[in-house]
């Protein structure tokens, strides 16, 4: 199996900015399809960013011009900036791995996901 591990979150005023990192074992980073989504504690799942194995990236509305999805395969790593953060950020963000399809896009880490997905990191803004 596929194993996640996040770091970088923390709490910070709104418009400071963080960044993510995500640890991937049991997967080639270069490989495939990666991203984050966010929760909220009772409420939907929301896919945040996405970055495919050729460095195309997709991004949520709520983000876009905001945040930034990296990686670096060497480092099996992903990574999220997120700058000019908002109230509204606040979640646990999840970086994640689809199972598998033809589709490399934000879409794809909300709702109905399915893959794996790290424990979580917080993020909190006030």
């Known amino acids: 199996h596929v194993q996640l591990v996040e770091s970088g979150g923390g709490s910070v005023q709104a418009g400071e900015s963080l960044r993510l990192s995500c640890v991937a074992s049991g997967y080639t980073s270069g490989s495939g399809c990666m991203g984050w989504f966010r929760q909220v504690s009772g409420k939907e799942r929301e896919g945040v960013a996405s970055?495919?194995?050729?460095?195309?990236?997709t991004y949520a509305d709520s983000v876009k011009g905001r945040f930034i999805i990296s990686r670096d395969n060497a480092k099996n790593s992903v990574y999220l900036q997120m700058n000019s953060l908002k109230l509204e950020d606040t979640a646990m963000y999840h970086c994640?791995?689809?199972?598998?399809?033809?589709?490399?896009?934000?879409?794809?880490?909300?709702?109905?996901?399915?893959?794996?997905w790290g424990q979580g990191t917080q993020v909190t803004v006030s």
């Open positions: 994640a791995v689809p199972y598998g399809g033809f589709w490399c896009i934000v879409s794809r880490f909300s709702v109905d996901f399915e893959g794996y």
């Open positions: 970055i495919d194995s050729d460095g195309e990236t």
